[in-house]
């Protein structure tokens, strides 16, 4: 099964979907014999998401900001531990 025109009706609703709600997207789909189909709303912003999402998945990614210390208001004392 190869990925052919045939399928030109479902990627114009993709592309139309994810056109409503974001104005910067990429899909990507593989059929079962591991052809590739994928399309953006440009180049720029297509080529940020495959390399954002790469760094996600191999962990290399910064997005998560942990805060270890608490701040302690005016009046609360700070937890002895």
Known sequence: ???TED?????D??????????SN???IVMDDDGD???DYSNFRVGRMLVRETHDDMEGKTDAIDILWDAEVEDNE????F
């Open 36 to 38: 590739l189909f994928y």
């Open 25 to 27: 997207y990429m899909f």
């Open 13 to 22: 609703k993709i592309r139309g979907n994810l056109g409503e709600h974001f």
């Open 1 to 3: 099964m190869a990925i």
């Open 7 to 11: 399928y030109d009706d479902l990627f």
């Open 77 to 80: 004392e700070p937890d002895e």
